[in-house]
């Protein structure tokens, strides 16, 4: 059975269909790509998927739960965790205190116990510590764990990103453009990231992305979005040779 099963998908805004009977499955374990030029509705698509926009058509089942149009907060406690193109960290917390902050679906304590400082508190803060640490030494950023978040580097923040999002253990992971502004070698280096993620922590993960090279080099099955409809689908390198993507996407 497929880890995501989307069925004829939709959504209009004014009238003007942003995403139109859109249909898609991943397996589990999957590294899976969303392409296709700007416009194309790939945010939407994980917008829907997410919770923030509900579907007028359609149907999301998350290993075999029906998601569709529940919550945000519901749909990540399922199991759906996401980053954005737009980088959203709480810039003015610890790099710690970011991952911490994802981590509250699973550690939990009352709020008197909180307000009283009762033994259970300290002993849930120190758990809490203690795996927010390893995560962020999986993404060498456990010497900066006491930095404020703005205070990283451009492609730091990217990792921390991811690292927060995998706090929630997740079984599906949507990223949304993670090589955006990033150089050549901070795009190698997230390539190996991904990978690990997915190897180690047994991910299936969705992106959306516009270097090719990054797409190419980890993705294992593609979908192409254009005008708000699948253009194709199917294994990385067939896609990538599609005439039709080539004309849509690349604009050759």
């Keep these: 059975m497929a880890l995501l099963e ?5 959504i209009s805004f004014g009238g003007l269909k942003a995403v139109d009977d859109f249909s898609m499955s991943i397996e589990k374990g999957q590294l899976y790509g969303l392409i296709g030029p700007n416009g194309a ?14 579907p007028d058509t359609g149907t999301i089942l998350l290993d075999g739960m029906n998601i569709t149009g529940k919550k945000t907060i519901e ?10 193109q737009n980088i959203r960290l709480f810039k003015e917390l610890s790099v710690l205190d970011n991952v911490k902050a994802g981590l509250h679906n699973h550690y939990k304590y009352s709020t008197i116990e909180g307000i009283l400082r009762l033994p259970r508190y300290y002993k ?15 993404f060498d950023l456990d010497e900066e764990w006491d930095y404020k978040a703005s205070n990283l580097p451009y492609g ?5 990103e991811i690292a927060r999002a995998l706090a929630t253990e997740p079984k599906l992971l949507l990223l949304d453009e993670p090589a955006a502004g990033m150089n050549p070698n901070e795009t190698a280096e997230l390539m190996e990231t ?8 047994h991910m299936t993960i969705l992106l959306i992305e516009h270097d090719m090279k990054l797409v190419s080099g980890i993705c294992e099955r593609l979908t192409v979005l254009n005008f708000g409809q699948v253009l194709t689908q199917g294994k990385t390198s067939e896609v990538l040779n599609d005439k039709r993507v080539i004309t849509a996407y690349l604009g050759e």
């Design 6 to 10: 989307v069925k004829n998908l939709g």
């Design 41 to 54: 509705g790939k945010t939407t698509v994980f917008n829907l998927l997410t919770g923030v926009y509900r």
């Design 75 to 84: 749909i990540n406690q399922h199991g759906v965790a996401r980053t954005f």
């Design 124 to 138: 849930v803060e120190k758990q809490m510590d203690e795996r927010a640490m390893e995560l962020l030494e999986v």
């Design 156 to 160: 730091k923040q990217r990792k921390l």
């Design 194 to 201: 991904i990978r690990f993620v997915r190897n180690n922590f």
